[in-house]
């Protein structure tokens, strides 16, 4: 089956955009975290959302996600790891499935860490962002495994009781994996490296030979999750349509750059969504 849309991301944008693809009467998929816009729930009170005075972050998401809910429409809890351009269509790998559909809306917010040295050089070529995707390769061998999140140690878990050896390099405190295999490493390495594969992780003070490395963490990097996407100083290059430099792939709130603002972000999801509308009238 092919949908008229796939939206990455359930910040305000993500929202918008669906909501607005639902009333419009648009077959679409949306994928991200079950929970719509943990940052924004994290908000004390918002004081300039139009309409809504001196609401608490947690107020506010509540009113998202049940205006969407009321509309038919929830998101998916599945992280989209790769979208690619099939030429008038594309395919999204989220989870451990693939998708195809004709436009896409990219509302990923702002990617929480930056791209290792090498990250994007080896992509399929020994980094991976999926456990239960791309684990049975490399069964037996050595690999490395970057968790920036603790909801990620069942995917480390999994990993290190398929490989040989694991490197394992936890970017928070607290970790509980506990493998005889792996190695706990508290450091970020500095690059990826390698000839035609990944071949080590390179570290201020060492080296370590690995097969590939795991990379888990919550979003991937726009210029990373979609081949060719332009992108400057880590935000999306969107026009004022949402359009992006891709035909069929459209983009909105703070993924496009500043201001971080929720009224903005909602706004460019309404866009988005019509862009998107539009689009798929004109090619048919």
Known sequence: MVYDSIIIGTGPAGVSAAINLKVLGKNFLWFGASSVSE??????????YPGLPDITGKQLVWTFENHAKGLGTEPENKL???VYDLGGRFAVAAGTDTYECRTIILCTGVAAAKPIAGEEAFLGRGVSYCATCDGFLYKGKRIGVLCFDKAFEHEAE???????????????????VSAPNAEIVMKMPKE?????KVEKLVFADREEAVDGIFI????????????????????IL???????NIAGVFAAGDCTGR?????????EG????????EYLAENK
Do not use: F, W
Request: glycine share 10%; charged share 15%; aromatic share 4%.
């Open 39 to 48: 940052k924004a729930a994290a908000a004390e009170l918002v004081r300039n």
């Open 270 to 277: 309404n866009i988005a969504a019509h862009s998107a509308v």
């Open 158 to 176: 999994y990993l290190c009781s398929i490989a040989g050896k694991v490197c394992l390099m936890p970017m928070y405190k607290g970790c509980s």
């Open 259 to 267: 201001p971080y603002q929720y009224a903005k972000a909602v706004g």
């Open 192 to 196: 990826i490296a390698g000839g035609m």
């Open 216 to 235: 888990l963490r919550a979003s991937v990097s726009p210029s990373i999750l979609l081949h060719g996407l332009k992108t400057d100083g880590g935000h």
């Open 80 to 82: 989209v790891t790769a």
């Open 238 to 244: 969107a026009d004022r349509q949402c359009r992006t």
